[in-house]
């Protein structure tokens, strides 16, 4: 069962990796395996997929977005497949992270090369979130401003947005507190219902776009685009 060591990189051998069927409990089921899967996938760039397809267009756009999940499919494949060590379905090695799969698969170099680029990844994305966070922050503040004093009010918030930076930022040191934070049931219920708000809020926004528009023009011009071929 132990794979060869390689001259430039090498590859760690099952038996270095514990088992853990006997010690770590299972508990997960069919619906909280699902919640989690909406969760990685459905997130808030959902909300700028309307605008990415405009700008792309009527074909690029939707390849664009076949494409994408068809990489997001054959990474859950190889994922599934590399969680099992040798057999993907009943082998008696299991990988609990990613970094396992690519120590044992690729070796120790690949591993610390995989985990500079999720590590960049990670902070690029931390960065973008608290960016998104405070711009929206303020625009709530406005919004609010304006319904509550009248359109004609001016509800100016500045366009620094250190201050809600700062308040986000003390917001996730003191959830990152918690402890065994990711273990909470709760979480990946609340994750997952945040998934499908952002979901419905762009369906949403979309048809408050597209609800009262005239299309009777268009149609016609469509009619006499079809006659001309």
């Not at 008696?92 to 995989?114: F, M, T, W």
């Not at 931390?126 to 625009?139: E, F, K, L, M, P």
Request: some cysteine.
């Amino acid at each position: 069962m132990d794979i060869k060591e390689d001259d430039e990189s090498r590859v760690i051998t099952p038996t270095e990796l514990q088992l853990h069927d006997s010690v770590t409990a299972r508990t997960g089921t069919l619906w909280t395996a699902v919640a989690h899967i909406i969760t990685g996938v459905i997130g808030a760039g959902v909300l700028s997929l309307a605008w990415a397809t405009a700008e792309l267009g009527w074909i690029a756009g939707p390849a664009a977005l076949i494409a994408f999940a068809g990489v997001t499919l054959l990474s859950a494949f190889l994922l599934s497949d590399c969680y099992r060590f040798p057999d993907p379905n009943n082998g008696p090695l299991r990988l609990n992270s990613y970094s396992q799969a690519v120590k044992l698969y690729l070796g120790k170099k690949n591993e610390i090369v995989c985990g500079v680029v999720v590590y960049i990844s990670l902070f690029g994305c931390g960065i973008a979130y608290t960016i998104v966070i405070a711009t929206c922050s303020r625009a709530i503040m406005k919004s609010n401003c304006y319904h509550r004093n009248g359109h004609n009010a001016t509800c100016s918030y500045g366009d620094n947005n250190n201050y809600f930076m700062v308040l986000f930022g003390l917001t996730q040191i003191f959830m990152s507190q918690i402890p065994n934070f990711h273990n909470m049931v709760w979480l990946s219920l609340v994750a997952a219902i945040m998934s499908f708000t952002y979901s419905f809020i762009g369906i949403g926004l979309a048809l408050g776009k597209i609800i009262g528009i005239d299309i009777t023009f268009s149609l016609s011009i469509l009619i006499l685009s079809i006659k001309l071929f």
